[in-house]
């Protein structure tokens, strides 16, 4: 079987989606798309699935029930320019190859993030690792903004002028801060990937990894769009419930009124509304 290649993912390679105030991220290459999950998954199901729409609904089915492995097929390569601290979140996520660039061997560039003035907020009473909504005045974020530019330029300063001295440049870069930018490659499958953008896409996540995740999330968009779409309303977009949080829905639902007519009205047809109603059968 010919490579899978879909125009509108090859329109984007290369292509850089800019991200914070000198960060990027870009397709460097990928592997299949929705078709080598169909295909991957005929090898267990056989080859019952051929039009478009029972593809789709195979695609569906394999996210609505986690079987995970089909997605596991596509890859996709990445070559990301972000913030040391934002690098650290990223790197929890163990199931990537990367390779980052090094400041043992190459200078470090004189490149750090400053976060717009819209970003700068107070700590968050209620949620201990985020921001809160409230405004900060203006000239303390302009005082913020400004403490954390001299900051930068003092570090790279003392940088430069160690590695102006001949020190080694392992040494030279260890009180760098972690607004420096670095680079790497991170290449992923798109099971896991998915799984990293749930993550990080979520209003929990640090502000400046979101806007990474969201940029990546186009892109996998346009690689395999139909798996993107069951990723977001199976997983992205849907909620999980505890044992106590469904018996109070349970309680205040009346589910013999839900019939296969009334799902058809929001658009759920098929195996999937008949899935549905399996599971409302099962709230008592
Ligand atoms: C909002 C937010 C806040 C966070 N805060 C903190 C924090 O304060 N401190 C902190 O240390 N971390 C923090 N993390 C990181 C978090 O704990 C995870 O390490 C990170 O999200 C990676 O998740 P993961 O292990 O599921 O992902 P991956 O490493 O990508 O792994 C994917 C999946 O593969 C499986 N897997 C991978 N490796 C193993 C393994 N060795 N053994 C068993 N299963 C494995 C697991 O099922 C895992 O879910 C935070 C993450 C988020 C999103």
Redesign the pocket.
């Known amino acids: 079987m010919a490579r899978t290649t879909n125009p509108e993912a090859e329109n984007i390679l290369d292509k850089e989606f800019k991200c914070l105030n000198a960060g990027f991220v870009r397709l460097v290459d990928y592997m299949g798309g929705d078709e080598s999950i169909v295909q991957a998954a005929r090898v267990s199901y056989g080859r019952g699935t051929k039009s478009v729409n029972e593809d789709r609904g195979l695609i569906r089915y394999l996210m609505r029930h986690m079987h995970t492995t089909p997605f596991e097929m596509v890859e996709l390569k990445f070559h990301v320019k972000l913030p040391i601290f934002v690098a650290r979140?990223w790197i929890?996520?163990?199931?990537?190859n990367v390779n980052e660039y090094s400041g043992r061997y190459s200078i470090m560039n004189d490149e750090f993030y400053v976060p717009e003035e819209a970003a700068v907020h107070f700590q968050s009473l209620s949620n201990r690792?985020g921001r809160s909504e409230g405004e900060v005045p203006a000239d303390l974020r302009a005082k913020v903004l400004e403490m954390l530019v001299a900051s930068q330029r003092r570090s790279y300063a003392d940088y430069e002028q160690m590695l102006e001295s001949d020190i080694a440049r392992e040494l030279a870069r260890i009180n760098l801060p972690l607004s420096l930018y670095t680079e790497w490659y991170w290449k992923i499958d798109l099971h896991?990937l998915f799984?990293?953008l749930q993550?990080?896409m979520?209003v929990?996540?640090?502000y400046e990894i979101r806007v990474y995740a969201d940029a990546m999330s186009e892109i996998a968009k346009k690689v395999a769009p139909i798996a993107w779409e069951a990723f977001d309303d199976y997983l992205l977009r849907s909620e999980k419930f505890s044992r106590l949080e469904l018996k109070v829905i349970t309680a205040s639902l009346d589910v013999s009124r839900i019939t296969m007519e009334t799902l058809g009205q929001f658009g759920l047809k098929g195996r999937e509304a008949e899935e549905f109603l399996e599971k409302l059968s099962k709230l008592k």
């Open positions: 979140q929890r996520h163990r199931t990537a690792q896991n799984h990293f993550l990080r979520d929990h996540a640090q």
